[in-house]
């Protein structure tokens, strides 16, 4: 079974994640930010990694430390749930088309994080959760699960299809990505032999 359990502990968050990268897309997710919840939810169900998600964060200050920590410990929990990556399929890439909007992302299981954010925003806010922490967590995802992330939005005008086109986008490059390839289910998808 490819599943890990992180918990995150800190003066600001108290966070507990659990992953399938095996399952099927069932969630449960409290962040105590309802936008962020729903593109959470998004993210698991079109990645069909199962997401159980529990965070407590110090929101009478601001939704910062709550989304930056909470992408810490889900890229935690997926770098830990691949292992060695042996038998993965490693890149996966994605256009993530919603009404106006399209978005391309492409990610790269390498163990060199990157974010390559080429996205924007014209409200300041959607629902309660502020739109500069989109990139920010994108970022910390990126980093703590060791991924090369490219997030690109071709065209949108909506600002809630922009947000969700970028989380299905990253949903569906994962699914690829994390799949065991049945003709190498046995190698380390790298010349070098490691990840």
């Known amino acids: 079974m490819r599943t890990a359990t992180i918990r995150r502990d ?3 968050t108290t966070i507990a ?3 399938n990268l095996d399952g099927t897309g069932i969630y449960r997710v409290s962040t105590g930010v309802g936008f962020f919840d729903h593109m959470l939810e998004q993210l ?3 990645s069909l990694i199962d997401l159980d998600v529990e965070t407590k964060g110090d929101l009478h200050i601001d939704q910062h430390h709550t989304v930056e920590d909470t992408g810490i410990a889900i890229g935690e929990a997926i ?5 060695d990556k042996r038998g993965i399929r490693r890149y996966g890439d994605a256009l993530s ?4 909007t399209l978005t391309r992302v492409a990610l790269d299981i ?3 994080p990157w974010l390559v954010w080429d996205t924007e925003f014209t409200q300041k ?4 959760m502020d739109t500069e922490l989109f990139k920010h967590w994108f970022h910390s995802f990126a980093q703590a699960a060791g991924i090369t992330l490219h997030v690109e939005t071709l065209h949108g005008e909506n600002n809630h299809h922009i947000a969700e086109s970028a989380f299905k986008g990253l949903a569906r490059a994962l699914r690829t990505a994390v799949e065991i390839d049945p003709r190498k289910a046995d190698a380390i998808p790298s010349t070098k032999g490691v990840l």
């Open 10 to 12: 800190t003066s600001e």
């Open 79 to 83: 770098a830990t749930a691949l292992g």
């Open 125 to 128: 806010k959607l629902g309660e």
């Open 110 to 112: 390498s163990g060199r």
């Open 97 to 100: 088309p919603m009404d106006e």
């Open 17 to 19: 994640v659990t992953v």
């Open 44 to 46: 698991s169900r079109h």
